[in-house]
């Protein structure tokens, strides 16, 4: 797709509450997605409009005609009502008809990594701060869309409040108050009988995050440790501001096969030892796209080694997914170490040729299929957490 994305989307972003959606230019953009959303059913109980592309207009209408979407800056109006367009495409992988209605698990977190594969390669909204930027708000808009209206649900919803504000440390155009709009909108843009009831919760979640202090920006913890220990779970309150008992910085990268992992860690931190699963699979003769667990447990046996000495390391791999990402984090703190996250993203298209010229380059359809699975770590994850373009 070759075009100024951003451009695009901001020229599709009605100026005034009068201006009509233009539909036919949006589909240009989006119409597979909508196509296929045309043909996934909701649950009528909630959704008496429909199948979700309907769902989708009424909810982009809804967005049009709020006073304050109007005053937002350009560009963050615009994320907006991108989110909007896309914020249930993942209803298309999840939907299903069970127990006698239909259900769409976790469509928001599908919905998400399936925005940052079409913005990321189809858009090429990659590899610039001002891409990552865009894209990356547009996907925590669809990832946490549905948490302002079902807010009451939340275990602990204060700490809940800070997790999601801290998002908009790495993506300043993110904040609880953009995504409580999209919230009222998708209320809105449905026919269902419990809409007041919907508006009425996420007016206690405003009222909620307004109160802790992190609607309109993230929270100013003490520290990082501080930020760290509170929202990794501890009991404690979030203004404390605790003793950094840790001994010193495990560097964990993050970041697609080509990004350039290897050379920044040579130009950056060449003092560091340096765990490598790539290093290692060749070791164990074990295939780039192979998977498993042969290598990941030799690579903890060696970063036991450097944490029972208290010495500093990278661990380089690709870590994609938080999940993967908790795993090697919670090691390196069970040890006192406190974890830094560097996290690298190049263009897509110098991308394929640092890849190509690896000594063991990755099957281009395991990296798309890498792709899919990507989320950029968030503050929440570590002391410390930098995105980083090459």
């Known amino acids: 797709m070759q075009m100024d994305i951003i451009q695009t989307m901001q020229a599709l972003t009605p100026d005034t509450s009068f201006d009509p959606i233009a539909w036919d230019a949006m589909e240009s953009l989006f119409g597979t997605f909508f196509s296929d959303m045309r043909t996934v059913q909701q649950n009528p109980m909630y959704h ?38 896309l914020h249930d495409i993942g209803k298309v992988k999840t939907t299903r ?27 090429s909204l990659c590899g610039t701060p001002e891409n990552i930027r865009f894209r990356e708000t547009v996907c925590a808009l669809i990832r946490h869309h549905m948490i ?48 007041q009831q919907g508006l009425d919760t996420l007016q206690l979640c405003r009222w909620t995050v307004q109160e802790a202090g992190c609607y309109t920006a993230p929270y100013l913890f003490a520290d990082a440790f501080s930020r760290r220990a509170y929202l990794s779970g501890r009991n404690i309150r979030p203004y404390q501001k605790l003793y950094d008992d840790t001994w010193g910085e ?34 164990l003769r074990i295939p780039s ?3 498993g667990s042969a290598a990941i447990h030799a690579a903890q ?37 406190r974890v830094r996250i560097v ?34 770590p968030t503050p929440d994850e570590a002391q410390t957490v930098e995105w980083i373009t090459t």
């Open 48 to 85: 008496g409009e429909g199948d979700v592309f309907t769902h989708t207009q009424m909810v982009c209408g809804a967005l049009n005609q709020m006073p304050e979407f109007h005053t937002m800056p350009l560009l963050q109006k615009t994320q907006l009502f991108a989110a909007a367009a």
């Open 97 to 123: 008809f069970e127990d006698g209605k239909w259900t769409s698990p976790h469509h928001a977190t599908v919905g998400s990594q399936t925005a940052r594969s079409f913005l990321w390669q189809t858009c």
């Open 148 to 195: 302002p209206i079902h807010f009451e649900r939340q275990k602990n919803p204060e700490q809940k409040a800070f997790e999601v504000a801290a998002v908009g440390e790495l993506i300043p155009d993110f904040s609880w108050e953009m995504l409580c709009r999209l919230s009222e909108a998708d209320v809105l843009g449905r026919i269902a009988p419990d809409t």
């Open 250 to 283: 495990v560097v964990l990268m993050s970041g697609l096969p080509g990004t350039g992992k290897d050379t920044w860690i040579q130009k950056n931190l060449p003092e560091l030892p340096m765990i490598s699963l790539d290093n290692i699979r060749k070791e």
């Open 289 to 291: 796209d192979a998977r």
């Open 301 to 337: 046996d060696r970063a036991r080694v450097y944490l029972r000495k208290k010495q500093p390391f990278v661990w380089n791999a690709t870590n994609l997914s938080k999940e993967i990402r908790q795993n090697q984090i919670r090691l390196f703190e069970q040890y006192g170490a």
């Open 343 to 376: 996290y690298l993203e190049t263009d897509w298209t110098q991308r394929i040729e640092r890849n190509r010229n690896r000594t063991s380059a990755v099957p281009e359809n395991a990296v798309e299929k890498m792709l899919d699975v990507t989320i950029p």
